[in-house]
Protein backbone atom coordinates (compact mmCIF):
# COMPACT_ATOMS: atom_id res chain seq x y z
CA UNK A 1 0.00 0.00 0.00
CA UNK A 2 1.42 3.76 -0.21
CA UNK A 3 2.05 6.09 2.13
CA UNK A 4 3.05 9.97 2.62
CA UNK A 5 5.75 10.93 5.32
CA UNK A 6 6.30 14.84 6.15
CA UNK A 7 8.34 15.41 8.39
CA UNK A 8 8.81 17.74 10.74
CA UNK A 9 5.30 17.71 12.10
CA UNK A 10 5.71 20.97 13.76
CA UNK A 11 8.32 23.87 13.44
CA UNK A 12 9.47 27.19 14.86
CA UNK A 13 11.72 29.23 13.03
CA UNK A 14 12.87 32.76 13.19
CA UNK A 15 12.17 35.77 10.75
CA UNK A 16 15.13 35.30 8.26
CA UNK A 17 15.94 31.70 8.82
CA UNK A 18 16.10 29.22 5.60
CA UNK A 19 13.28 26.46 5.71
CA UNK A 20 13.21 22.67 4.38
CA UNK A 21 10.33 20.65 4.17
CA UNK A 22 10.72 16.80 3.28
CA UNK A 23 8.01 14.77 1.68
CA UNK A 24 8.12 11.54 0.39
CA UNK A 25 6.16 9.00 -1.08
CA UNK A 26 6.40 4.97 -0.78
CA UNK A 27 4.66 2.23 -2.87
CA UNK A 28 3.73 4.25 -6.05
CA UNK A 29 5.76 5.33 -9.13
CA UNK A 30 6.23 8.33 -11.07
CA UNK A 31 3.56 10.22 -8.81
CA UNK A 32 1.93 13.63 -9.28
CA UNK A 33 3.14 15.69 -6.15
CA UNK A 34 1.84 18.81 -4.68
CA UNK A 35 2.62 21.15 -1.86
CA UNK A 36 -0.39 23.31 0.00
CA UNK A 37 -0.31 25.80 2.94
CA UNK A 38 -3.41 25.73 5.08
CA UNK A 39 -3.84 29.26 6.87
CA UNK A 40 -5.73 28.94 10.34
CA UNK A 41 -9.32 27.99 9.11
CA UNK A 42 -9.46 28.80 5.73
CA UNK A 43 -9.01 26.44 2.51
CA UNK A 44 -6.04 24.95 1.41
CA UNK A 45 -3.98 26.92 -1.56
CA UNK A 46 -1.65 25.47 -4.09
CA UNK A 47 1.62 26.39 -4.02
CA UNK A 48 3.57 23.86 -6.30
CA UNK A 49 3.05 21.05 -8.06
CA UNK A 50 4.90 17.95 -10.18
CA UNK A 51 4.49 16.19 -12.68
CA UNK A 52 8.11 14.14 -12.77
CA UNK A 53 11.25 14.52 -11.36
CA UNK A 54 13.00 17.93 -11.68
CA UNK A 55 9.70 19.05 -13.16
CA UNK A 56 8.52 22.16 -10.88
CA UNK A 57 5.38 24.39 -11.78
CA UNK A 58 4.75 27.09 -9.20
CA UNK A 59 1.16 28.18 -8.67
CA UNK A 60 1.23 31.32 -7.33
CA UNK A 61 4.52 33.94 -6.41
CA UNK A 62 6.26 33.85 -3.38
CA UNK A 63 8.96 33.17 -0.85
CA UNK A 64 8.95 29.74 -1.83
CA UNK A 65 10.90 27.33 -4.24
CA UNK A 66 10.29 23.27 -4.28
CA UNK A 67 12.55 20.64 -5.83
CA UNK A 68 12.29 17.23 -7.14
CA UNK A 69 15.38 15.10 -6.79
CA UNK A 70 13.95 11.80 -6.67
CA UNK A 71 10.72 10.46 -8.42
CA UNK A 72 8.95 9.75 -4.47
CA UNK A 73 10.58 12.89 -3.09
CA UNK A 74 9.08 16.73 -2.65
CA UNK A 75 10.95 19.87 -0.99
CA UNK A 76 9.73 22.79 -0.04
CA UNK A 77 12.46 25.71 1.02
CA UNK A 78 12.99 29.13 1.43
CA UNK A 79 15.89 31.10 1.52
CA UNK A 80 14.53 33.76 4.15
CA UNK A 81 11.78 33.11 6.22
CA UNK A 82 8.62 35.69 6.41
CA UNK A 83 6.12 36.04 9.00
CA UNK A 84 3.55 35.32 6.11
CA UNK A 85 4.88 32.14 5.27
CA UNK A 86 3.12 31.04 8.84
CA UNK A 87 1.46 28.49 8.22
CA UNK A 88 0.19 24.43 7.93
CA UNK A 89 2.02 22.68 5.03
CA UNK A 90 0.85 19.91 3.08
CA UNK A 91 2.04 17.13 0.87
CA UNK A 92 0.02 15.46 -1.43
CA UNK A 93 0.25 12.55 -4.47
CA UNK A 94 -1.93 11.45 -6.84
CA UNK A 95 -1.76 8.81 -9.74
CA UNK A 96 -0.40 11.16 -12.63
CA UNK A 97 -0.85 12.25 -15.68
CA UNK A 98 -4.68 11.03 -16.15
CA UNK A 99 -6.85 13.69 -14.60
CA UNK A 100 -9.73 12.18 -12.33
CA UNK A 101 -7.45 10.74 -9.26
CA UNK A 102 -7.93 11.42 -6.01
CA UNK A 103 -5.10 12.96 -3.65
CA UNK A 104 -4.07 11.19 -0.74
CA UNK A 105 -1.91 13.65 1.78
CA UNK A 106 0.94 13.67 4.39
CA UNK A 107 0.07 14.47 8.08
CA UNK A 108 0.85 18.36 7.58
CA UNK A 109 4.06 20.34 9.22
CA UNK A 110 2.78 23.24 11.35
CA UNK A 111 5.05 25.99 10.88
CA UNK A 112 5.31 29.24 12.94
CA UNK A 113 7.90 32.41 12.08
CA UNK A 114 8.63 34.26 14.58
CA UNK B 1 -7.49 30.95 -6.32
CA UNK B 2 -10.45 29.32 -4.77
CA UNK B 3 -12.79 28.30 -7.42
CA UNK B 4 -15.09 25.90 -4.85
CA UNK B 5 -17.12 27.92 -1.88
CA UNK B 6 -18.34 25.71 0.42
CA UNK B 7 -22.40 26.88 2.50
CA UNK B 8 -22.18 26.93 5.05
CA UNK B 9 -18.99 28.25 6.60
CA UNK B 10 -19.65 25.84 9.85
CA UNK B 11 -22.39 23.89 11.06
CA UNK B 12 -23.68 22.18 14.28
CA UNK B 13 -26.13 19.25 14.79
CA UNK B 14 -27.10 16.82 17.19
CA UNK B 15 -26.17 13.06 16.80
CA UNK B 16 -28.01 11.38 14.20
CA UNK B 17 -29.36 13.97 12.10
CA UNK B 18 -28.67 14.88 8.75
CA UNK B 19 -25.92 17.15 7.66
CA UNK B 20 -25.52 18.82 4.37
CA UNK B 21 -23.03 20.77 2.93
CA UNK B 22 -23.14 23.22 -0.27
CA UNK B 23 -19.98 23.86 -2.82
CA UNK B 24 -20.38 26.08 -5.81
CA UNK B 25 -17.81 26.49 -8.13
CA UNK B 26 -16.76 28.56 -11.48
CA UNK B 27 -15.42 26.86 -14.04
CA UNK B 28 -15.64 23.90 -16.14
CA UNK B 29 -14.37 20.51 -14.38
CA UNK B 30 -13.65 16.86 -14.99
CA UNK B 31 -14.28 16.32 -11.64
CA UNK B 32 -15.46 17.63 -8.30
CA UNK B 33 -14.35 15.78 -4.67
CA UNK B 34 -14.94 16.06 -1.54
CA UNK B 35 -11.94 15.65 1.26
CA UNK B 36 -12.81 15.72 5.10
CA UNK B 37 -10.18 17.11 7.57
CA UNK B 38 -9.90 16.56 11.37
CA UNK B 39 -8.73 19.18 13.74
CA UNK B 40 -4.48 20.31 12.65
CA UNK B 41 -4.45 16.63 10.26
CA UNK B 42 -3.88 15.98 6.86
CA UNK B 43 -7.03 15.84 4.40
CA UNK B 44 -8.91 12.66 3.53
CA UNK B 45 -10.54 11.83 -0.13
CA UNK B 46 -14.04 10.44 0.56
CA UNK B 47 -15.61 11.00 -3.01
CA UNK B 48 -15.02 11.78 -6.11
CA UNK B 49 -18.11 12.97 -8.47
CA UNK B 50 -17.03 13.12 -12.59
CA UNK B 51 -18.53 15.89 -14.63
CA UNK B 52 -21.00 13.05 -16.22
CA UNK B 53 -22.40 11.83 -13.40
CA UNK B 54 -25.04 13.62 -10.92
CA UNK B 55 -25.31 11.61 -7.76
CA UNK B 56 -22.88 9.09 -6.08
CA UNK B 57 -23.38 7.35 -2.83
CA UNK B 58 -20.90 6.23 -0.22
CA UNK B 59 -21.86 4.56 3.16
CA UNK B 60 -24.01 7.10 4.66
CA UNK B 61 -22.62 9.78 1.70
CA UNK B 62 -24.11 11.09 -0.71
CA UNK B 63 -23.18 13.49 -3.03
CA UNK B 64 -25.17 15.41 -5.61
CA UNK B 65 -23.39 17.30 -8.68
CA UNK B 66 -25.20 20.24 -10.45
CA UNK B 67 -23.06 20.80 -13.56
CA UNK B 68 -25.70 23.78 -15.23
CA UNK B 69 -26.05 25.53 -11.60
CA UNK B 70 -22.19 24.77 -11.12
CA UNK B 71 -23.01 23.41 -7.38
CA UNK B 72 -23.00 19.84 -5.53
CA UNK B 73 -23.82 18.90 -2.62
CA UNK B 74 -22.00 16.64 0.13
CA UNK B 75 -25.30 15.29 2.64
CA UNK B 76 -23.98 12.81 6.04
CA UNK B 77 -26.80 10.70 7.06
CA UNK B 78 -27.36 9.74 10.68
CA UNK B 79 -24.53 11.57 11.88
CA UNK B 80 -22.11 10.56 14.80
CA UNK B 81 -19.79 12.69 17.03
CA UNK B 82 -17.13 11.43 14.84
CA UNK B 83 -17.93 13.44 11.74
CA UNK B 84 -16.66 16.22 13.79
CA UNK B 85 -14.28 17.87 11.00
CA UNK B 86 -14.16 20.66 8.36
CA UNK B 87 -15.41 19.49 4.93
CA UNK B 88 -13.75 20.49 1.69
CA UNK B 89 -14.80 20.91 -1.97
CA UNK B 90 -12.04 20.83 -4.56
CA UNK B 91 -12.63 21.04 -8.51
CA UNK B 92 -10.31 19.17 -11.11
CA UNK B 93 -10.68 21.69 -13.88
CA UNK B 94 -10.72 21.09 -17.86
CA UNK B 95 -7.87 20.84 -19.37
CA UNK B 96 -5.97 20.47 -16.48
CA UNK B 97 -1.98 19.63 -16.82
CA UNK B 98 -1.24 18.33 -13.44
CA UNK B 99 -4.68 16.60 -12.01
CA UNK B 100 -4.68 20.14 -9.53
CA UNK B 101 -7.53 20.94 -7.54
CA UNK B 102 -8.68 23.78 -6.35
CA UNK B 103 -10.39 23.70 -3.12
CA UNK B 104 -12.95 25.70 -1.35
CA UNK B 105 -12.94 27.35 2.09
CA UNK B 106 -14.60 24.49 3.74
CA UNK B 107 -17.40 23.62 6.26
CA UNK B 108 -16.90 22.97 9.59
CA UNK B 109 -19.19 20.58 10.71
CA UNK B 110 -20.01 20.08 14.90
CA UNK B 111 -21.94 16.71 15.62
CA UNK B 112 -22.92 17.15 19.08
CA UNK B 113 -23.37 13.83 21.01
Known amino acids: SQTIHQWPATLVQPVGSPLSLECTVE??????LYWYRQAAGRGLQLLFY??????ISSEVPQNLSASRPQDRQFILSSKKLLLSDSGFYLCAWSKGPLLGYEQYFGPGTRLTVT | SQQGEEDPQALSIQEGENATMNCSYKTSINNLQWYRQNSGRGLVHLIL?????REKHSGRLRVTLDTSKKSSSLLITASRAADTASYFC?????????????FGGGTRLMVKP
Open chain 1, 50 to 55: SVGIGQ
Open chain 2, 49 to 53: IRSNE
Open chain 1, 27 to 32: GTSNPN
Open chain 2, 90 to 102: ATVALNNAGNMLT
